[in-house]
């Protein structure tokens, strides 16, 4: 039995200042089905899911549920359609509490319209509980980990009841756990006919959730079909349109002496009597379950956080670090996991965020020098395929992938001698991915020494000397090239 189709675009066609997002787009949704979008970072996915939700007019097309014509003006209006939709970017404001975050824009009245805080506290407690989460509806978002923040507006989208749930990249930054949660809740909502519209980077996942796959290259739909015409090569040609290579740039380069060492380094409740040291040309990875101290750590070290006790060692010297200045000083970069909160300064230009803390760099005597300020960014946009009108666009409307890549940028310039990566890949598309390793391993030729956090296994392994796997806070083990497995890593990283 085919199902029938709940959602329709029809011809749409977006222009922003300088780009074409969006050529002529249709694709249609059935009920009950998960249809997948694929595509490289800026072809146009989240534009298109934004039309949907009511964010952005289109120039032209339309949007058709349930065989009629709609216009949807605005994302409470778009709910009214039975839209609702997870954003790629957590744009949430830190000092909200849980329940503010889940009733804002349609606050429940009273008789007397007035906010009713009281069942509004009731229905977000009862949510947290059946969802098994220890908070409670006053706890602040500020105090959430980002898998927690993510988490919550899967369930808030899924608690409205919607027919059509569009999830941008909503396993970005959550547990392996909470995945299977969520396809879980994906299941459950195909069973009762809703379809869920779902954009990702994750191949794997593609794979196992969806109905349907489209793929979008520079704002157009090159393909459709059923999961099972597609398989993973289709789907990368069809996305880059050209070959990419799927091996690690990995090479065997000379180590060099110790650069950075970190000793019995602890911190109350988040990590404990962590070793670990890293030499120069040598790319380190962390693995562990999200949740297992391994920010944390890089954190502490990186002066953003306080540490109890410890020592941390630079070229065998011990130094303090109690600010991210500090280390800057000790010529220490890290990509932050959370790019939103601490990566991006959203109102200026792509060239300001990328060489905001390299300033110094460019400034001698005084003076700015723009031209090599936009030839040494520019080099490392082309290398990374960044894809921006202008570099004086604000960061804000690059898509999500591009803005991580200009934040990459952004630490690749410094010239630091220790680059901590804390995810670095999250949200970036398959072919730019491999430059990115290269760019890594580059880094390392040049006798830097890399720390690179992952949560996906075969990056580790393919980019790394040696693995240290933390569990609860500790490091359970240590594996050496040639020794790095998936099992063994899992094997650690579930260590009590
Ligand atoms: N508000 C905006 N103003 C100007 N340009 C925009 C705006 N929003 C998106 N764009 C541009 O439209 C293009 C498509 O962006 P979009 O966010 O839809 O890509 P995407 O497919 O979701 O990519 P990613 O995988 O990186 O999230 C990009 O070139 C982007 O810079
Ligand atoms: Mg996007």
């Known amino acids: 039995?085919?199902?029938?189709?709940?959602?329709?675009?029809?011809?749409?066609?977006?222009?922003?200042?300088?780009?074409?997002?969006?050529?002529?787009?249709?694709?249609?949704?059935?009920?009950?089905?998960?249809?997948?979008?694929?595509?490289?970072?800026?072809?146009?996915?989240?534009?298109?899911?934004?039309?949907?939700?009511?964010?952005?007019?289109?120039?032209?097309?339309?949007?058709?549920?349930?065989?009629?014509?709609?216009n949807v003006k605005n994302p409470i209006d778009a709910r009214k359609h039975g839209i609702s939709m997870i954003f790629q970017e957590l744009n949430y404001i830190p000092e909200m509490t849980i329940e503010e975050s889940f009733f804002v824009g349609s606050w429940p009245v009273d008789s007397i319209k007035k906010v009713?805080?009281?069942?509004?506290?009731?229905?977000?407690?009862?949510?947290?509980?059946?969802?098994?989460?220890?908070?409670?509806?006053?706890?602040?978002?500020?105090?959430?980990?980002?898998?927690?923040?993510?988490?919550?507006?899967?369930?808030?989208?899924?608690?409205?009841d919607s027919d059509i749930i569009i999830m941008d990249e909503p396993t970005s930054a959550i547990t392996n756990k909470e995945v299977r949660t969520l396809f879980e809740k994906i299941k459950e909502l195909k069973e009762r006919g809703a379809c869920i519209i779902y954009i990702s980077h994750k191949m794997e996942e593609i794979?196992?959730?969806?109905?349907?796959?489209?793929?979008?290259?520079?704002?157009?739909?090159?393909d459709s079909r059923p999961v099972e015409d597609y398989d993973l090569n289709l789907v990368i040609s069809q996305m880059v349109g050209r070959e990419i290579s799927d091996s690690y740039p990995k090479q065997d380069l000379e180590i060099g002496e110790t650069a950075l060492e970190v000793k019995n380094l602890s911190s109350k409740g988040s990590f404990k009597d962590v070793n670990f040291a890293v030499k120069r040309g040598e790319i380190i990875g962390f693995a562990g379950l999200m949740g297992a101290g391994r920010t944390e750590v890089m954190r502490a070290l990186f002066g953003l956080d306080k540490y109890d006790s410890g020592e941390i060692l630079i070229n065998n010297v011990p130094v303090r670090i109690h600010s991210p200045q500090d280390s800057v000083k000790h010529k220490i970069a890290m990509l932050s996991e959370d790019r939103r909160r601490f990566g991006i300064v959203p109102v200026r230009s792509v060239k300001e965020n990328a060489s905001l803390s390299n300033l110094k760099r460019f400034i001698y005597k005084g003076r700015l020098h723009k031209s090599e300020e936009n030839a040494v960014i520019g080099e490392y946009f082309k290398k990374m395929n960044v894809k921006t009108p202008t570099m004086d666009t604000t960061i804000d409307v690059l898509s999500g992938g591009n803005q991580q890549k200009v934040i990459l940028a952004k630490w690749m310039?410094?010239?630091?001698?220790?680059?901590?990566?804390?995810?670095?890949?999250?949200?970036?598309?398959?072919?730019?991915?491999?430059?990115?390793?290269?760019?890594?391993?580059?880094?390392?030729?040049?006798?830097?020494?890399?720390?690179?956090?992952?949560?996906e296994l075969p990056e580790l392994i393919g980019m790394c000397d040696r693995v240290y796997v933390m569990s609860k806070g500790q490091i359970k083990g240590e594996l050496s090239a040639g020794d790095i497995t998936q099992e063994k890593i899992m094997y650690l990283a579930t260590q009590n």
């Open 413 to 455: 310039v410094t010239n630091p001698d220790i680059l901590i990566l804390d995810e670095p890949t999250r949200g970036i598309d398959v072919g730019a991915k491999y430059e990115i390793y290269e760019l890594i391993t580059k880094l390392a030729s040049e006798g830097r020494a890399l720390i690179l956090i992952s949560s």
């Open 1 to 70: 039995m085919s199902q029938a189709v709940k959602l329709e675009v029809k011809g749409i066609t977006k222009t922003f200042p300088g780009v074409k997002a969006l050529d002529n787009v249709s694709f249609s949704v059935k009920k009950g089905t998960v249809h997948v979008l694929c595509g490289e970072n800026g072809a146009g996915k989240s534009t298109l899911m934004k039309i949907i939700n009511g964010i952005y007019k289109p120039d032209s097309g339309e949007i058709v549920i349930d065989g009629k014509p709609v």
């Open 207 to 222: 794979f196992e959730i969806a109905d349907e796959i489209t793929v979008f290259r520079d704002g157009k739909v090159i």
């Open 116 to 160: 009713d805080w009281k069942s509004i506290k009731k229905k977000t407690d009862d949510l947290l509980k059946r969802e098994g989460l220890a908070y409670n509806s006053k706890t602040k978002l500020k105090d959430l980990s980002v898998s927690d923040v993510q988490m919550l507006e899967i369930l808030k989208a899924i608690s409205y």
